[in-house]
Protein backbone atom coordinates (compact mmCIF):
# COMPACT_ATOMS: atom_id res chain seq x y z
CA UNK A 1 0.00 0.00 0.00
CA UNK A 2 1.26 3.41 -0.60
CA UNK A 3 1.36 6.63 1.99
CA UNK A 4 -2.47 7.13 1.06
CA UNK A 5 -3.61 3.98 2.31
CA UNK A 6 -2.44 3.18 5.12
CA UNK A 7 -1.21 -0.14 6.76
CA UNK A 8 -4.31 -0.93 8.51
CA UNK A 9 -3.29 -4.71 8.86
CA UNK A 10 -0.37 -3.27 11.00
CA UNK A 11 -2.71 -0.55 12.38
CA UNK A 12 -5.21 -3.50 13.40
CA UNK A 13 -2.14 -5.61 14.91
CA UNK A 14 -0.54 -2.97 17.10
CA UNK A 15 -4.46 -1.87 18.29
CA UNK A 16 -4.49 -6.02 18.61
CA UNK A 17 -1.05 -5.69 20.87
CA UNK A 18 -2.43 -2.83 22.66
CA UNK A 19 -5.86 -5.26 23.70
CA UNK A 20 -8.11 -3.58 21.52
CA UNK A 21 -8.13 -6.28 18.77
CA UNK A 22 -11.83 -6.81 19.67
CA UNK A 23 -12.91 -3.23 18.72
CA UNK A 24 -11.61 -4.13 15.25
CA UNK A 25 -15.16 -3.51 12.69
CA UNK A 26 -15.30 -4.80 8.52
CA UNK A 27 -16.56 -3.85 5.96
CA UNK A 28 -20.25 -4.66 6.16
CA UNK A 29 -23.33 -5.41 4.21
CA UNK A 30 -24.01 -1.26 4.56
CA UNK A 31 -20.92 -0.45 3.10
CA UNK A 32 -21.46 -2.98 0.01
CA UNK A 33 -25.38 -1.61 -0.17
CA UNK A 34 -24.05 2.30 -0.81
CA UNK A 35 -20.97 1.07 -2.96
CA UNK A 36 -23.32 -0.85 -4.99
CA UNK A 37 -25.94 2.40 -5.28
CA UNK A 38 -22.93 4.09 -6.51
CA UNK A 39 -21.32 2.36 -9.21
CA UNK A 40 -25.22 1.32 -10.39
CA UNK A 41 -25.70 1.70 -14.11
CA UNK A 42 -28.27 4.84 -14.49
CA UNK A 43 -29.93 5.94 -18.29
CA UNK A 44 -30.32 9.34 -19.87
CA UNK A 45 -33.88 8.89 -18.74
CA UNK A 46 -33.41 8.04 -15.34
CA UNK A 47 -33.85 10.76 -13.72
CA UNK A 48 -32.95 13.48 -16.64
CA UNK A 49 -29.66 13.46 -19.52
CA UNK A 50 -28.06 16.28 -17.00
CA UNK A 51 -28.17 13.60 -14.03
CA UNK A 52 -27.17 10.62 -16.26
CA UNK A 53 -23.94 12.37 -17.56
CA UNK A 54 -22.71 13.72 -14.36
CA UNK A 55 -23.79 9.96 -12.40
CA UNK A 56 -20.59 8.83 -14.90
CA UNK A 57 -18.59 12.15 -15.02
CA UNK A 58 -18.19 11.59 -11.05
CA UNK A 59 -16.76 8.00 -11.11
CA UNK A 60 -13.80 9.05 -12.80
CA UNK A 61 -10.71 8.90 -10.32
CA UNK A 62 -9.31 12.11 -8.45
CA UNK A 63 -6.76 13.08 -6.28
CA UNK A 64 -7.71 11.79 -2.77
CA UNK A 65 -11.40 10.70 -3.86
CA UNK A 66 -12.40 14.89 -3.26
CA UNK A 67 -14.50 14.69 -5.49
CA UNK A 68 -13.17 18.66 -6.30
CA UNK A 69 -15.80 19.33 -8.83
CA UNK A 70 -18.94 21.40 -10.11
CA UNK A 71 -21.77 20.84 -12.51
CA UNK A 72 -23.84 22.87 -14.68
CA UNK A 73 -25.67 22.56 -17.69
CA UNK A 74 -28.45 22.45 -19.98
CA UNK A 75 -29.29 20.40 -23.24
CA UNK A 76 -26.38 21.76 -25.39
CA UNK A 77 -23.50 21.27 -22.93
CA UNK A 78 -21.72 20.63 -19.55
CA UNK A 79 -19.79 23.00 -17.37
CA UNK A 80 -17.38 21.21 -15.48
CA UNK A 81 -16.11 24.04 -12.59
CA UNK A 82 -13.01 23.31 -9.70
CA UNK A 83 -14.57 23.15 -6.39
CA UNK A 84 -11.73 25.05 -4.65
CA UNK A 85 -13.41 23.68 -0.81
CA UNK A 86 -11.76 20.35 -1.36
CA UNK A 87 -8.00 21.41 -3.10
CA UNK A 88 -5.62 19.68 -1.32
CA UNK A 89 -2.56 22.58 -1.40
CA UNK A 90 -0.24 20.19 0.87
CA UNK A 91 -0.02 17.70 -2.17
CA UNK A 92 -0.84 19.77 -4.58
CA UNK A 93 -0.34 23.09 -4.24
CA UNK A 94 -0.55 24.38 -7.79
CA UNK A 95 -3.68 22.40 -7.96
CA UNK A 96 -2.67 20.40 -10.65
CA UNK A 97 -4.21 17.42 -9.40
CA UNK A 98 -7.57 18.99 -9.14
CA UNK A 99 -7.36 20.20 -12.62
CA UNK A 100 -6.43 16.92 -13.89
CA UNK A 101 -9.36 15.37 -11.94
CA UNK A 102 -11.37 17.59 -13.85
CA UNK A 103 -10.37 16.09 -16.73
CA UNK A 104 -10.71 12.39 -15.99
CA UNK A 105 -14.48 13.58 -15.01
CA UNK A 106 -14.78 15.43 -18.67
CA UNK A 107 -13.37 12.35 -20.33
CA UNK A 108 -15.93 9.57 -18.29
CA UNK A 109 -18.86 12.43 -19.38
CA UNK A 110 -18.26 13.06 -23.22
CA UNK A 111 -17.90 8.88 -23.27
CA UNK A 112 -21.08 9.13 -21.24
CA UNK A 113 -22.89 11.02 -23.82
CA UNK A 114 -20.99 8.44 -26.53
CA UNK A 115 -23.21 6.27 -25.11
CA UNK A 116 -26.76 8.17 -25.67
CA UNK A 117 -25.78 8.58 -29.45
CA UNK A 118 -24.50 12.39 -28.56
CA UNK A 119 -21.27 13.78 -30.00
CA UNK A 120 -19.03 15.79 -28.06
CA UNK A 121 -16.42 18.08 -27.84
CA UNK A 122 -14.44 18.84 -24.53
CA UNK A 123 -12.81 22.16 -23.96
CA UNK A 124 -10.48 23.67 -21.44
CA UNK A 125 -11.84 27.70 -20.99
CA UNK A 126 -8.38 29.12 -19.21
CA UNK A 127 -10.25 32.89 -18.83
CA UNK A 128 -12.61 30.96 -16.54
CA UNK A 129 -10.82 28.03 -15.64
CA UNK A 130 -13.65 25.49 -16.23
CA UNK A 131 -13.88 22.72 -18.30
CA UNK A 132 -16.87 22.34 -21.05
CA UNK A 133 -18.44 20.12 -23.03
CA UNK A 134 -20.50 20.59 -25.87
CA UNK A 135 -22.95 18.26 -26.94
CA UNK A 136 -24.25 17.77 -30.37
CA UNK A 137 -27.54 16.10 -31.78
CA UNK A 138 -28.29 12.19 -31.87
CA UNK A 139 -26.10 9.79 -34.12
CA UNK A 140 -23.03 9.16 -32.79
CA UNK A 141 -20.78 6.13 -32.40
CA UNK A 142 -20.53 4.90 -28.69
CA UNK A 143 -17.43 4.71 -27.44
CA UNK A 144 -16.28 0.98 -26.44
CA UNK A 145 -14.88 2.12 -23.15
CA UNK A 146 -18.37 3.32 -21.99
CA UNK A 147 -18.84 -0.39 -20.34
CA UNK A 148 -15.49 -0.21 -18.30
CA UNK A 149 -16.57 3.11 -16.45
CA UNK A 150 -18.60 0.71 -14.11
CA UNK A 151 -16.16 -1.45 -13.34
CA UNK A 152 -12.43 1.31 -13.42
CA UNK A 153 -10.96 1.34 -9.92
CA UNK A 154 -7.39 1.95 -8.90
CA UNK A 155 -6.19 -1.69 -7.10
CA UNK A 156 -3.81 -0.54 -4.63
CA UNK A 157 -2.56 -4.18 -4.08
CA UNK A 158 0.17 -6.43 -5.08
CA UNK A 159 -0.35 -7.82 -8.02
CA UNK A 160 0.92 -11.02 -9.36
CA UNK A 161 4.31 -10.15 -11.27
CA UNK A 162 2.83 -11.04 -14.60
CA UNK A 163 3.76 -9.52 -17.69
CA UNK A 164 1.18 -7.55 -20.39
CA UNK A 165 1.36 -8.96 -24.06
CA UNK A 166 2.74 -6.15 -26.43
CA UNK A 167 -0.37 -5.83 -28.37
CA UNK A 168 -2.41 -4.87 -25.54
CA UNK A 169 0.58 -2.39 -24.44
CA UNK A 170 0.02 -0.88 -27.77
CA UNK A 171 -3.76 -0.94 -27.31
CA UNK A 172 -3.58 1.14 -24.19
CA UNK A 173 -1.33 3.11 -25.94
CA UNK A 174 -3.92 3.75 -28.91
CA UNK A 175 -6.64 4.17 -26.30
CA UNK A 176 -4.97 6.82 -24.27
CA UNK A 177 -3.80 9.09 -26.89
CA UNK A 178 -4.66 12.74 -26.59
CA UNK A 179 -3.36 16.37 -28.20
CA UNK A 180 -1.47 18.11 -25.72
CA UNK A 181 0.28 14.95 -23.90
CA UNK A 182 2.09 11.87 -24.39
CA UNK A 183 1.73 8.41 -22.35
CA UNK A 184 5.43 6.22 -21.95
CA UNK A 185 4.71 2.68 -20.96
CA UNK A 186 7.94 1.60 -19.03
CA UNK A 187 8.21 -2.04 -19.05
CA UNK A 188 12.26 -2.39 -18.78
CA UNK A 189 13.17 -3.62 -14.97
CA UNK A 190 15.70 -1.45 -14.28
CA UNK A 191 13.82 1.24 -15.46
CA UNK A 192 10.89 0.32 -12.93
CA UNK A 193 13.98 -0.07 -10.31
CA UNK A 194 14.93 3.43 -10.95
CA UNK A 195 11.78 4.98 -10.91
CA UNK A 196 10.93 3.24 -7.69
CA UNK A 197 13.74 4.94 -6.32
CA UNK A 198 12.33 8.10 -6.87
CA UNK A 199 8.98 7.00 -5.41
CA UNK A 200 11.02 5.70 -1.87
CA UNK A 201 12.90 9.13 -1.92
CA UNK A 202 9.57 11.27 -2.66
CA UNK A 203 7.35 9.05 -0.09
CA UNK A 204 9.81 9.39 2.69
CA UNK A 205 9.93 13.21 2.38
CA UNK A 206 5.98 13.53 2.25
CA UNK A 207 5.94 11.20 5.58
CA UNK A 208 8.15 13.70 7.52
CA UNK A 209 6.43 16.92 6.22
CA UNK A 210 3.74 17.25 8.94
CA UNK A 211 1.16 19.54 6.83
CA UNK A 212 1.02 16.29 4.00
CA UNK A 213 0.53 13.87 6.91
CA UNK A 214 -1.96 16.35 8.49
CA UNK A 215 -3.86 16.74 5.27
CA UNK A 216 -3.89 12.97 4.04
CA UNK A 217 -5.46 12.13 7.58
CA UNK A 218 -8.27 14.45 6.97
CA UNK A 219 -9.53 12.80 3.91
CA UNK A 220 -8.83 9.28 5.49
CA UNK A 221 -12.06 7.11 6.39
CA UNK A 222 -11.06 4.36 8.60
CA UNK A 223 -14.75 2.80 9.26
CA UNK A 224 -18.04 1.93 7.31
CA UNK A 225 -19.63 4.68 9.02
CA UNK A 226 -17.34 7.43 8.05
CA UNK A 227 -17.19 6.39 4.22
CA UNK A 228 -20.81 6.36 3.97
CA UNK A 229 -20.89 9.26 6.32
CA UNK A 230 -18.86 11.34 3.92
CA UNK A 231 -19.17 9.67 0.95
CA UNK A 232 -15.41 10.71 0.16
CA UNK A 233 -12.06 10.50 1.00
CA UNK A 234 -9.75 7.21 1.04
CA UNK A 235 -11.73 4.14 2.66
CA UNK A 236 -9.29 1.75 4.45
CA UNK A 237 -10.85 -0.97 2.98
CA UNK A 238 -10.50 0.12 -0.64
CA UNK A 239 -6.91 -0.96 -0.17
CA UNK A 240 -7.85 -4.93 1.49
CA UNK A 241 -7.28 -3.70 5.15
CA UNK A 242 -9.51 -4.04 8.11
CA UNK A 243 -11.38 -0.81 8.92
CA UNK A 244 -11.37 0.07 12.75
CA UNK A 245 -13.26 2.77 14.58
CA UNK A 246 -11.68 6.15 14.60
CA UNK A 247 -10.37 6.36 17.99
CA UNK A 248 -8.76 3.24 17.60
CA UNK A 249 -7.44 4.87 14.52
CA UNK A 250 -6.24 7.86 15.75
CA UNK A 251 -3.82 6.38 18.67
CA UNK A 252 -2.57 3.76 16.03
CA UNK A 253 -1.93 6.34 12.89
CA UNK A 254 1.51 7.41 14.06
CA UNK A 255 2.64 4.00 14.58
CA UNK A 256 1.77 2.34 11.79
CA UNK A 257 1.93 5.21 9.06
CA UNK A 258 5.69 4.92 9.03
CA UNK A 259 8.24 5.75 6.09
CA UNK A 260 9.84 2.30 6.54
CA UNK A 261 6.23 0.31 6.29
CA UNK A 262 5.07 2.39 3.42
CA UNK A 263 8.13 2.09 1.83
CA UNK A 264 8.45 -1.85 2.10
CA UNK A 265 5.16 -1.97 0.75
CA UNK A 266 5.93 0.24 -2.43
CA UNK A 267 8.23 -1.77 -3.18
CA UNK A 268 6.72 -4.97 -3.00
CA UNK A 269 3.77 -3.24 -5.48
CA UNK A 270 5.93 -2.10 -7.82
CA UNK A 271 7.95 -4.96 -8.14
CA UNK A 272 5.00 -7.01 -9.24
CA UNK A 273 3.45 -4.74 -11.21
CA UNK A 274 4.09 -5.70 -15.00
CA UNK A 275 5.37 -1.77 -15.76
CA UNK A 276 4.49 1.54 -15.48
CA UNK A 277 2.67 4.32 -17.37
CA UNK A 278 3.59 7.74 -17.12
CA UNK A 279 2.00 10.88 -18.38
CA UNK A 280 3.46 13.59 -19.45
CA UNK A 281 2.15 17.13 -20.73
CA UNK A 282 3.89 19.14 -23.62
CA UNK A 283 3.10 22.45 -21.59
CA UNK A 284 2.65 22.85 -17.62
CA UNK A 285 -0.60 24.73 -17.59
CA UNK A 286 -4.20 23.69 -16.61
CA UNK A 287 -5.30 23.19 -20.20
CA UNK A 288 -2.69 20.32 -20.28
CA UNK A 289 -3.46 19.32 -17.29
CA UNK A 290 -6.93 18.70 -18.00
CA UNK A 291 -5.71 16.82 -20.95
CA UNK A 292 -3.48 14.64 -19.78
CA UNK A 293 -6.41 13.35 -16.68
CA UNK A 294 -8.33 12.83 -19.75
CA UNK A 295 -5.92 10.34 -21.37
CA UNK A 296 -5.08 8.69 -17.99
CA UNK A 297 -8.73 8.07 -18.32
CA UNK A 298 -8.95 6.62 -21.49
CA UNK A 299 -5.90 4.68 -20.24
CA UNK A 300 -7.56 3.18 -17.04
CA UNK A 301 -10.92 2.13 -18.75
CA UNK A 302 -8.83 -0.01 -21.99
CA UNK A 303 -6.72 -1.47 -19.07
CA UNK A 304 -10.11 -2.31 -17.19
CA UNK A 305 -11.92 -3.79 -20.25
CA UNK A 306 -8.44 -5.36 -20.79
CA UNK A 307 -8.13 -7.19 -17.12
CA UNK A 308 -5.21 -5.45 -16.75
CA UNK A 309 -5.16 -3.80 -13.24
CA UNK A 310 -3.87 -0.18 -11.77
CA UNK A 311 -3.02 2.29 -9.43
CA UNK A 312 -1.08 5.66 -8.72
CA UNK A 313 1.92 5.79 -7.69
CA UNK A 314 2.99 9.88 -7.87
CA UNK A 315 4.66 10.55 -4.93
CA UNK A 316 8.07 12.21 -7.48
CA UNK A 317 5.36 14.24 -9.52
CA UNK A 318 4.28 16.06 -6.41
CA UNK A 319 7.41 17.45 -4.92
CA UNK A 320 9.12 19.65 -7.41
CA UNK A 321 12.31 18.37 -6.80
CA UNK A 322 11.63 14.85 -7.35
CA UNK A 323 9.39 15.66 -10.73
CA UNK A 324 12.40 17.49 -12.06
CA UNK A 325 14.74 14.09 -11.94
CA UNK A 326 12.26 11.96 -12.77
CA UNK A 327 12.01 14.04 -16.00
CA UNK A 328 15.49 13.61 -16.18
CA UNK A 329 15.40 10.36 -15.89
CA UNK A 330 12.51 9.78 -18.72
CA UNK A 331 15.18 12.25 -21.06
CA UNK A 332 11.63 14.96 -21.57
CA UNK A 333 13.84 17.66 -20.98
CA UNK A 334 11.26 20.53 -19.57
CA UNK A 335 8.01 18.44 -20.34
CA UNK A 336 6.25 17.85 -16.54
CA UNK A 337 5.52 14.55 -16.03
CA UNK A 338 2.11 14.24 -14.62
CA UNK A 339 1.36 10.77 -13.47
CA UNK A 340 2.83 8.37 -12.80
CA UNK A 341 0.77 4.50 -12.53
CA UNK A 342 1.63 0.93 -12.17
CA UNK A 343 0.06 -2.15 -14.11
CA UNK A 344 -0.29 -5.59 -13.81
CA UNK A 345 -2.66 -8.19 -12.67
CA UNK A 346 -4.90 -8.80 -9.75
CA UNK A 347 -8.24 -9.01 -8.12
CA UNK A 348 -10.64 -6.53 -7.84
CA UNK A 349 -10.79 -4.58 -4.18
CA UNK A 350 -13.77 -2.68 -2.77
CA UNK A 351 -15.11 0.12 -4.95
CA UNK A 352 -14.46 3.49 -3.33
CA UNK A 353 -17.53 5.64 -2.68
CA UNK A 354 -19.13 9.17 -4.27
CA UNK A 355 -21.27 11.72 -2.74
CA UNK A 356 -24.81 11.88 -4.82
CA UNK A 357 -24.78 13.30 -7.82
CA UNK A 358 -27.56 15.95 -6.41
CA UNK A 359 -24.26 16.88 -4.16
CA UNK A 360 -22.16 18.02 -7.35
CA UNK A 361 -25.11 19.67 -9.39
CA UNK A 362 -25.34 23.51 -8.66
CA UNK A 363 -27.00 26.49 -11.48
CA UNK A 364 -25.07 27.41 -14.34
C1 LIG B 1 -4.69 13.33 -10.28
C2 LIG B 1 -4.82 12.09 -9.44
C3 LIG B 1 -3.81 11.77 -8.52
C4 LIG B 1 -3.92 10.60 -7.76
N1 LIG B 1 -2.88 10.23 -6.93
C5 LIG B 1 -2.92 9.04 -6.27
C6 LIG B 1 -1.79 8.54 -5.56
O1 LIG B 1 -0.72 9.14 -5.56
N2 LIG B 1 -1.90 7.35 -4.91
C7 LIG B 1 -3.04 6.62 -4.96
O2 LIG B 1 -3.09 5.54 -4.37
N3 LIG B 1 -4.13 7.05 -5.65
C8 LIG B 1 -4.08 8.23 -6.30
N4 LIG B 1 -5.16 8.64 -7.06
C9 LIG B 1 -6.35 7.79 -7.14
C10 LIG B 1 -7.49 8.29 -6.28
O3 LIG B 1 -7.17 8.16 -4.91
C11 LIG B 1 -8.76 7.48 -6.64
O4 LIG B 1 -9.10 7.79 -7.96
C12 LIG B 1 -9.91 7.83 -5.72
O5 LIG B 1 -9.63 7.42 -4.40
C13 LIG B 1 -11.21 7.14 -6.16
O6 LIG B 1 -11.04 5.75 -6.21
P1 LIG B 1 -11.29 4.94 -7.57
O7 LIG B 1 -10.41 5.55 -8.62
O8 LIG B 1 -10.89 3.52 -7.23
O9 LIG B 1 -12.74 5.08 -7.91
C14 LIG B 1 -5.07 9.78 -7.85
C15 LIG B 1 -6.09 10.13 -8.77
C16 LIG B 1 -5.95 11.25 -9.57
C17 LIG B 1 -7.01 11.57 -10.60
Known amino acids: MN ?32 AEAVWAERTQRQPNELHYLVHHATLAANSHNTQPWLFSGGKDHVTIRPDLNRATPAVDPDN ?21 SRSNAVDFLPGKDEVRISLGGDGA ?11 RQCTRSTYDSRLVPAVELKALEDAARMAGCSLMLITEKRRMEQILELILAANTAQIADEAFVRELKHWLRFNPAEAIKHGDGLYS ?78 QPVEIARYRAELSSLLGIGDRRPDLVVRFGYSDAMPRSLRRPVSEVIVAG
Open 3 to 34: RRHLLLGSGAAAAAAAGLGAYAVTRGPSYDAA
Open 96 to 116: HHLFTSLGCAAENLGIAASAS
Open 141 to 151: IADRLFEAIYD
Open 237 to 314: ACTGNPAMPSWIADMVFGLVFTAEAENAKCTEQVRSSAGFAVFVSDRNDKNHWVQAGRSYQRFALASTALGIRHAFLN
